[in-house]
């Protein structure tokens, strides 16, 4: 396993093993933020009265490098995205650069990637 697979990228966050957060117009997208914070603030918009226990843990390139590769889609917040786009590149993947400008000008928040 190389260097780059063990960045960390950002935070996911699960309610159960069936259950991880997801965003998006599919609503299959799973949720990279790039804190703890970022993520806890947007468990607070999506569950106003704490009644889900979450659980937030790390996420890294390899990880979602093989998410990817299995068909899984991932929203990036900015954050994590600045942090995921270099590495996936590197990796020879075909992936876009985000403007995220562009994209809350139109009340998009997240910038959603999948393998095709």
């Given at each position: 396993m190389?260097e780059?697979?063990?960045?960390?990228?950002?935070?996911?966050?699960?309610?159960?093993?069936?259950?991880v957060?997801c965003?998006?117009?599919s609503?299959?997208?799973?949720?990279?933020?790039?804190?703890d914070?970022?993520m806890?603030?947007?468990?607070?918009?999506?569950?106003?009265?704490?009644?889900?226990?979450?659980?937030?843990?790390?996420?890294?390139?390899?990880e979602?490098?093989?998410?990817?590769k299995?068909?899984?889609?991932?929203?990036f917040?900015e954050?994590s995205?600045e942090r995921f786009?270099?590495?996936?590149r590197?990796?020879?993947l075909?992936?876009?650069?985000?403007?995220?400008?562009?994209?809350?000008?139109?009340?998009?928040r997240?910038f959603t990637?999948?393998?095709i």
């Open positions: 190389n780059r697979s063990h960045k960390v990228i950002g935070y996911f966050a699960y309610a159960s093993n069936r259950e957060i965003t998006g117009q609503r299959k997208a799973c949720l990279i933020s790039g804190s914070i970022a806890r603030n947007f468990l607070k918009e999506i569950d106003h009265n704490g009644l889900m226990k979450h659980t937030i843990k790390k996420t890294r390139f390899g979602i490098l093989r998410g990817l299995l068909g899984a889609e991932y929203a917040d954050v995205y786009y270099p590495l996936a590197e990796e020879k075909a992936v876009s650069k985000a403007d995220f400008n562009e994209m809350k000008s139109k009340g998009f997240f990637v999948q393998l």
